[in-house]
C-alpha cells in the first residue's frame, strides 16, 4: 500500500481500517448529530475523522503514536477538534463528562484494560463504539452455559448492555490482521441485580471462573468458609454441582450478597 503516512507500528498493534464501505457502516451505526461530543481512541490516520467532524458538535481524539499524532494535527485545524498526544489508559476520564459519544478501533492486548477503564468510570455516561477482535466480542456478549461465557462477560453485562452490530472482515483492513473483527455497541445502565459490595462480587466471580472446569462448590472452597457457602447455596438455590459457566449475572449478585 502506497501512502506518504507513518507505516502502521506493530509493537502498537496498529491494524488501520482502510475500507471505506466498512467506514460507511460504523458512521451509519453511532447515529451521530450535531449535539454530539465524541472522545475517539486510537484515530490513527484520520480516516474517520473528517467524517466525524462534519456531524458532531466536537471531537476529541487520543492518539498515543506521536507520529501520528502529528499527521493529526497537520491534517486537522479546527477548534471542533481536540488532540491529545497521551496513551488512553493514562488518561484522567474527569473532564469528559460532556462526551455523549466513545469510539475506537482498539487493540487486542489492551481492549480487556480500555473496556474496564470505560466502565468503572462513573462519570461517563456516554454510549460505546468499539471494533474489537471477532472473538473478543463474543466473550463480552456471552450468555451463561457457553465456553466462552466468563469473568469479562459478567463484568460488561453488570455495568452494560453489550451488542455485536456486525462483523468486519480482516481484509478491511492495514495491515491485514489474522483473524476479523466485529464492531459493538456498549450501553452503560445500573444493573437489574444490585451487589451490595461490587468489589467482592468480582472477586467471587473471579475465583469461579480460574478453576471453571470444577463444580461451583469446590471452586469457591478456601475462598469463604465451607458452611456459609453451603447455606448460601441452599438460600440462592444454586446447585453445588454446577460450573462456573452456568450461573448467571443474577445467580452471582445473589450469591455475592449472601456472602458478603
Known sequence: MKNSSPRPNPRLSQNFL???NYQRRILAAMDLTNDDVLLE??????????????????????????????????????NSLTLLNKDFLSIDLLGFEKVTKIFGNIPYHISTP????????????????????WEFGRRL???????????????VQYYSEVEILFTIPAKAFYPQPKVQS????MRKRPCPYQAKNEVFLFHLI???FQQRRKKIGNALAGFV??????????????????RAENLGLKEYVDLANQLS
Not at 473528517?50 to 486537522?76: C, G, M, P, T, W
Not at 456478549?141 to 463484568?155: D, E, T, V
Not at 466485529?182 to 455497541?185: G, K, S, Y
Not at 440462592?236 to 454446577?242: A, D, P, S
Open 141 to 155: 456478549a456471552a450468555m451463561p452455559n457457553n465456553k466462552i461465557y466468563g469473568r469479562l462477560s459478567c463484568f
Open 225 to 242: 468458609d465451607k458452611d456459609r457457602l453451603q447455606m448460601a447455596f441452599v438460600i440462592c438455590q444454586i446447585g453445588e454441582n454446577l
Open 182 to 185: 466485529c464492531f459493538i455497541r
Open 41 to 78: 481512541i486510537g484515530p490513527g490516520r484520520g480516516a474517520l475523522t473528517k467524517n466525524l467532524l462534519d456531524k458532531i458538535k466536537h471531537l476529541y481524539a487520543v492518539e498515543k503514536d506521536s507520529r501520528l499524532f502529528k499527521l493529526l494535527q497537520e491534517k486537522f485545524k479546527t
Open 206 to 208: 473471579q475465583q469461579a
Open 114 to 133: 480500555i473496556i474496564e477503564k470505560l466502565l468503572d468510570d462513573q462519570a461517563l455516561n456516554a454510549e460505546i463504539f468499539l471494533t474489537v477482535q
Open 18 to 20: 482502510v475500507d471505506p
